[in-house]
Every structure is written in structure tokens, then in C-alpha cells.
């Protein structure tokens, strides 16, 4: 898609002089109402002179966007709330609509779907079955109200609920005889639906239009789950008959917007094309400018429907402007500190949620996790009493090493490896495992963390020296917001390899499903999970629901949202300037520090959230530590990155921490005095100073509150640089965050605990 002379066209916005006069009286109208909004606006050039004031879209989450809320001073009374999808833990965007506002949304869904039906050929009378609930069922949803809305204009809208029986679609199908149909759900939706059908009737076609259109919406943003685009495609054309003309289609809507966009061309392949009233482009990743047409950015959209709240919206997805005339834009994912939305994770609330094949081509299959669970005696013919009698051993590290394919291991990646296996020959730990056996004959699971390649590897090395049968590890899925998902899987698959060759036997196991929420887990004896408290939580409760009072759960052993900070003492009196310390038991160095940051590029429990230093140190001693740090943690990121694009890997880290950088600016300047930012804008990497802060007086945010803040964006670059309390300072206090070694090896403590308590607790 990409055309080099379009990327050099002139970004300006070419709205007219009606439209811009239009967009600022709807601004104007909502900042008289809501004055604070000033403080989160970002001016942007839209051509040359002209300028307008665009709202990060997550302030539909913090803040009160809609101009009214209840009754207003004008007289004008919400009359509908949209809200978006998340769990209950989450605060979710709101958008509140008055009489005019419903009415405005109202014309404009089903303005945009009338258009999409003529461009690709649907007669207005063709029956349309929607998965997604009514109104009446998703009170808060716009995508329900937008098919709700649908059916009182007049189009032929029925829904069906499939949540507690994906066969009811079938079985609808099964008393009709349409011979063009329109089918619209969310991908958990039509996943639900490809599971039962590979179950019950597989290759036998259920639907037997003449013609289908199937429009995809909602996505499985930010969830556990993803599956390509040519996975749900494939799914799609087993469930007709081999002569129905197929659409694949898919809709681009979110609560904060009163208007949709809709694929441009079938199949869908990521183009869209938006609404009458709807105008989309990139925005730089600074949100300085407008991107180049076909140059990545932030999609940003004016929506002149958004009557009641905010018409010029900066979104948290990636993309680019398909040409000049603002109505086609290219939708690349989620950015990399995107908040958790989207329609499915309604479907979640709904669900079993036992869907085992969403990660790969294994979506026709119908295998359960038990199933792949293996005697010893079925892998290699030998006895399993043989097995468990017969001593294990601990290898070495070079073994490892030697056996490991280098393809999916750049250098700088493996040297972090290798910085993971300090103190890993301590005979008197191994032979003690070994001698205890605690874990003879167990079938142990681990579901592997997203972020790091190796979280599972200590585990599973304490599994097979206390006599585990085997580990059934499950590979991180495929996630559109993190471009590095598939090297880390490339990384586990060659680490479990290396594993399994220097173990001589099969031991680990790798399973492509993410979630095993069936009663097949009974299979296991413990399950260790790393993940989001949020995993772990969906997890335990799928297990217990499943469980019968008789029946004994196996152990979930939870690891998932957890923070680490390296302090660093008086006595140590850090030498700027020095270079890396060879010895373990030194005083650390900036160049130590700044290896920790960057080790698997700053991502998950192991990258240090905040480095705290000493209260005795003064501020030029602290801005000259800053300065170095920074500086050698830039040069170690850009050697990781470059090695990962070296492999293939898309980066998008330059989009990271944008929107939170923007809040976090808003924040700082109206409730705390003293927080500095430096930042490095090519990788992603931000380093916050707190060690000045000192709450405002008009501060309507607590320091503790602002702490969970800067907690909550750690990961992929984000340190916090904090000083120990004193008497001096009213310093955000990050005196809570655990204090482990950075770079663990496979003896120490992960989490408060040794891998051993972890396993046989």
C-alpha cells in the first residue's frame, strides 16, 4: 500500500471553512461547561493558520468529556450513557449523549452502514443476524445500541444469543431460507462459533446463503487472545457452502466516537474507509504535527457528530492516512501503552471462555489440553517407574548454551540470557532438590509470560530435578499492541528445545492454546501462571467453576503483576564515571543500573521500576547520575532494538508511553511542583525525576495516587528516580516496591520467595 510520492504530499487537513467554524462552537460549547479540559488539549496545526484542539482519547476515562452531566446550566440532560467494555477492576471510558446527541449518533449509524451496504452490494432488506446483544442486554454498549438503532431505522435486524450455546446460530439457520444474509459479532463471538462448529459438524457447512456478508468488529484488543485475520477468514468459509459469495468484512467504532468507518475492500485487510462526517489521519508520535499520508502514527479523528462531548479525538491505535482525502486510513494495532478496551472483552463476561485454538492454524482442531498430556512411558517406550527412579542431574549452562539454535537469540538478547545463569552450579541446591523429590510423578503447567522469553526456565528447572513427569508450557499468544510477541515465542520454542535435548527426553511440552479454562486441567497437579493479576484471575475462577465440591483444583500457583526497585545505599557512594564492576558484591555503577533497565528491553517483573538513591545526595550529584544513566541505557536499548529488527521484528516502542507522558505532564503541572522528564524519543525509554516533588496546594491527586500512576506505566523503559524519604522533601514515596536482585538467577528469591517455597507450597 505504501506509495512513496503520496508520503511526501502535504499533510493539511482540508476541511472547510464551515466544517473548522463547526468543530470550534462544539469545542467552544463543551469547554464552558468543562474549563479543566484546557489543560489536556493539544493544538495541532491542520493547515497552514489553522489550528484545532484535539483530546487524548483515554481522557473519556479520567475525566468528564460530555458537556453535560445530569442537568446542566443550558437546560440539557443526558439522556443515554455509553460506556466502554472492561472489567469490573477497570475504569471504563464514559460518553454521555443528551436528546440532540442520541439522535445525531442515531443518524450516523445508520448513514454509515446504508453507504458500506451500497458500496459492497447489500439490498437494505437483507436479513441481518447479530451476535452482539441488544440494547436491552449490553445497556452501555454504543456497538449494541448501534444495532439496536439499526432495527428502529428500519433494517432487518435479529439477534441471536449464542453466549451459553454457540450452536443457536445454526440452529436459527436451520428454520429460515435467505439466500443473502448479513452476519455481524465480535471475533470471540465468531471464535465461539468456529469451536462448536469444528466440534459438532466439522466441514459441514451450516449456512446456506447464496451470498454472506460477515462483518468483524470489536477485536480482541489487549486481551490474552488474538488471532490473525487469516485464521477467522478460514473459519468463516468452512461454515458455507463452496459457491456463496463471501464478504469478509470488519467495523471500526469505539464509544467515544458518534460515527464508524467500515473495511474499504473485501476481504478486509486492514484499510478502512470512515462515515460521511467522519475524518481520519496519523498524528505524529509527539503529537507535534500531522503525519505524512502512509506514514505510521496515532490515528486521530474529527467527528462532526460528537455533538455533546469532544469532535477532535487522538486514539490510542496505530496506523496511517491511505491517501490524502482523510477518509481511508490503515489500521496497524494497538499502541504499546494502549488501555485495555474493545467490544470482546464483553463477549468475556459472557462466556466460558474456553476457547483453545486462537493463536494458530489449530482452529479446525478440537484437542483439549488433556489430551496432550503424556506418560514418560508413551514418549520413549521406557517404563515410568524407570523414569522416576532414575536420577536427574543439573546441567550446565554451556550445555545449554551449545544446544541452543542462535537464529531466534540476537546477540545482545543472548547476553542477557547468559546474565540470568550466575550462581546457577550450586551443587548443594541441586542435590537437595533432588534428594527431596517433592514433585515425583506430578504433571506440572506453566502458562509463560508475554514479556520475557525465560520467566518459565527456573521453574521448569526445579521441576525436573524434584521428579515432575513432565511440564505442559503454554506459549504467550500473538498480541497486535506488542510488535515483539513473536520473537519472545521464537525464543521460548528454541529454549525448550535446548531444554529438552541436554534432559535427553521430551520433558516440556509446548502448547500453542493461551487460556485452559476446561475441565481438562484436571491433568494437572499445579499450574503456574505468569501474567496480569487479571490472567491469573480469569484463570482461577474458570478452574472453580469447573470443579466440583468433591473434586480437589490443582494449585494455582499466580505470579503475575509485580514491581522491583534497585536502591541504592549510602555506603555505596555510586563513582560516576566508573566503568562496570566485575565483582557481584560491588558497589553498583550507572552503567550496571542502566544494563538492568535495559535487560529484555526494559520489560516486565524483572526491569526495575524505580532506582532509588540516597537522601544524603544532593541535587547536582543526582542530575549528573541522571545524565549518565540515561545515556548508557539509550546505547543498550538501541542495540537490543536494532537486534530484534535484525530479526524481522517490527518496532513500534517509539509509540510507547506517549498518552501516558501526555497525562503525566497534565498531572504533574496542576497537582505536583519538581517532576523532571527526560525521555528518548526514538526508543521508547523514559526516565522520571521525583525526587523534587512536592504536592501543590491546590493538588486535587495525592503523592500516593501519583505514585500508583507512574507504578501502573512501568515496563518498556519507564524508570522512576526517587530518594529515600526525609525531612527535606515531600518525595513520592516508592518505599512499598519489593527490592530483588534485577537479574535473579535460578536460586534466588522470585517475588518475596525461592522457586522451591513457590512449588511446594
Known amino acids: 500500500m505504501t506509495d512513496p510520492e503520496l508520503a511526501m504530499q502535504s499533510p493539511d487537513i482540508n476541511l472547510s471553512d464551515e466544517q473548522v467554524a463547526l468543530v470550534r462552537s462544539l469545542c467552544e460549547r463543551t469547554l464552558a461547561a468543562r474549563p479543566e479540559l484546557n489543560a489536556w488539549l493539544h493544538r495541532i496545526e491542520i493547515r497552514p493558520g489553522v489550528s484545532l484542539p484535539f483530546l487524548p482519547i483515554r481522557c473519556f476515562r479520567l475525566l468528564s468529556v460530555s458537556r453535560m452531566d445530569g442537568l446542566d446550566a443550558t437546560g440539557w440532560r443526558s439522556v443515554r450513557a455509553f460506556r466502554s467494555s472492561g472489567s469490573t477492576n477497570d475504569v471504563r471510558a464514559t460518553h454521555l449523549l443528551s436528546e440532540e446527541g442520541l439522535a445525531s449518533y442515531k443518524s450516523a449509524v445508520a448513514e454509515g452502514f446504508l453507504s458500506t451496504a451500497k458500496r459492497f452490494g447489500i439490498p437494505r432488506n437483507t436479513p441481518i443476524i447479530s451476535l452482539v446483544p441488544s440494547a436491552d442486554d449490553w445497556t452501555d454498549s454504543s456497538l449494541s445500541a448501534m444495532l439496536s438503532l439499526w432495527k428502529e431505522s428500519g433494517l432487518n435486524v435479529y439477534f441471536i444469543d449464542i453466549s451459553s450455546n454457540p450452536g443457536a446460530l445454526a440452529d436459527f439457520l436451520s428454520k429460515q431460507a435467505w439466500p443473502e444474509l448479513v452476519l455481524f459479532g465480535t471475533s470471540l463471538h465468531h471464535l465461539s462459533i468456529a469451536q462448536w462448529h469444528s466440534t459438532h459438524h466439522p466441514g459441514k457447512p451450516f449456512i446456506e446463503a447464496d451470498k454472506l456478508w460477515c462483518f468483524d468488529t470489536g477485536g480482541t484488543k489487549g486481551r490474552t487472545q488474538h488471532t490473525k485475520m487469516d485464521v477467522l477468514h478460514a473459519a468463516f468459509r468452512t461454515w458455507v457452502k463452496p459457491d456463496c459469495a463471501l464478504f469478509l468484512l470488519s467495523e471500526y467504532g469505539m464509544c467515544e466516537l458518534s460515527s464508524q468507518a467500515y473495511s474499504l475492500t473485501s476481504p478486509h ?135 541452543l539454535n542462535k537464529d531466534a537469540w540476537p546477540a545482545s538478547w543472548m547476553n542477557d540470557l547468559k546474565d540470568s545463569f550466575l550462581n546457577w552450579d550450586s551443587e548443594v541446591s541441586a542435590e537437595s532438590l533432588i534428594a527431596q523429590s517433592d514433585l515425583s510423578g506430578q504433571s506440572i503447567a506453566i502458562v509463560a509470560s508475554a514479556n520475557i522469553p525465560i520467566t518459565w526456565l527456573f521453574p521448569a528447572v526445579h521441576c525436573w530435578l524434584m521428579g515432575s513427569n513432565n511440564i505442559q508450557l503454554f506459549l504467550p499468544s500473538i498480541r497486535q499492541e506488542d510488535p515483539l510477541t513473536e520473537l519472545v515465542r521464537k525464543q521460548i520454542t528454541a529454549l525448550v528445545a535446548a531444554f529438552n535435548n541436554v534432559c535427553k527426553r521430551p520433558f516440556i511440552q509446548l502448547q500453542t492454546a493461551r487460556l485452559f479454562t476446561t475441565s481438562e486441567h484436571k491433568a494437572f497437579n499445579k499450574i503456574v501462571v505468569f501474567g496480569s493479576d487479571e490472567t491469573i484471575k480469569t484463570i482461577n475462577n474458570a478452574i472453580l467453576k469447573t470443579v466440583s465440591l468433591e473434586q480437589k483444583p490443582p494449585t494455582i500457583i499466580g505470579l503475575g503483576h509485580f514491581q522491583n526497585k534497585i536502591r541504592i545505599e ?27 533497565c535495559a535487560r529484555w528491553l526494559g520489560r516486565g517483573c524483572l526491569t526495575p521500576l524505580c532506582i532509588e538513591v540516597p537522601s544524603a545526595w544532593g541535587r547536582q550529584k543526582i542530575q549528573e547520575f541522571i545524565a549518565e544513566l540515561f545515556e548508557f541505557c539509550k546505547a543498550e536499548f538501541a542495540t537490543r532494538i536494532t537486534d530484534a529488527e535484525s530479526k524481522g521484528i517490527h518496532s513500534a516502542l517509539h509509540f510507547a508511553h506517549r498518552h501516558n507522558l501526555a497525562e503525566l505532564n497534565t498531572v504533574t503541572h496542576t497537582c505536583v511542583n519538581g517532576i523532571r522528564i527526560l525521555q528518548s524519543m526514538r526508543h521508547g525509554l523514559v526516565f522520571v525525576d521525583t525526587t523534587c516533588a512536592q504536592s501543590k496546594g491546590n493538588s486535587n491527586l495525592t503523592n500516593a495516587q501519583i505514585v500508583e500512576k507512574l507504578n501502573a506505566w512501568a515496563g518498556c523503559g519507564w524508570v522512576n528516580i526517587s530518594r529515600t524519604s526525609d525531612n527535606n522533601y515531600d518525595g513520592l514515596d516508592f518505599s512499598k516496591l519489593a527490592s530483588e536482585n534485577p537479574a535473579p538467577g535460578v536460586w534466588d528469591i522470585h517475588q518475596g520467595q525461592t522457586w522451591q517455597k513457590w512449588l511446594v507450597s
Open 269 to 403: 485487510n486492514g484499510a478502512f474507509r470512515c462515515s460521511h462526517q467522519l475524518f481520519s489521519f496519523a498524528l505524529k508520535a509527539d503529537f507535534s504535527g500531522l503525519a505524512h499520508p502512509q506514514e505510521s502514527g496515532f490515528l486521530s479523528f474529527i467527528d462532526l457528530r460528537n455533538v455533546d462531548s469532544w469532535p477532535c479525538i487522538i486514539s490510542e491505535d496505530l496506523g496511517y492516512q491511505v491517501d490524502a482525502s482523510l477518509q481511508s486510513f490503515v489500521l496497524l494495532g494497538r499502541a504499546p501503552d494502549a488501555t485495555l478496551k474493545g467490544c470482546s472483552l464483553n463477549v468475556r463476561s459472557h462466556f466460558r471462555f474456553d476457547l483453545a485454538h486462537t493463536n494458530e492454524n489449530e482452529l479446525a482442531s478440537n484437542k483439549g489440553v488433556g489430551k496432550f498430556i503424556q506418560q514418560e512411558s508413551e514418549l520413549d517406550g521406557t517404563d515410568s517407574r524407570t523414569r522416576q527412579s532414575e536420577r536427574r542431574t543439573l546441567f550446565s549452562t554451556n550445555e545449554l548454551l551449545t544446544q
Open 570 to 596: 549510602a555506603h555505596d557512594e555510586l563513582n560516576i564515571g566508573a566503568g562496570p564492576k566485575t565483582k557481584s558484591n560491588e558497589s553498583l555503577t550507572a552503567k550496571i543500573i542502566a544494563t538492568h
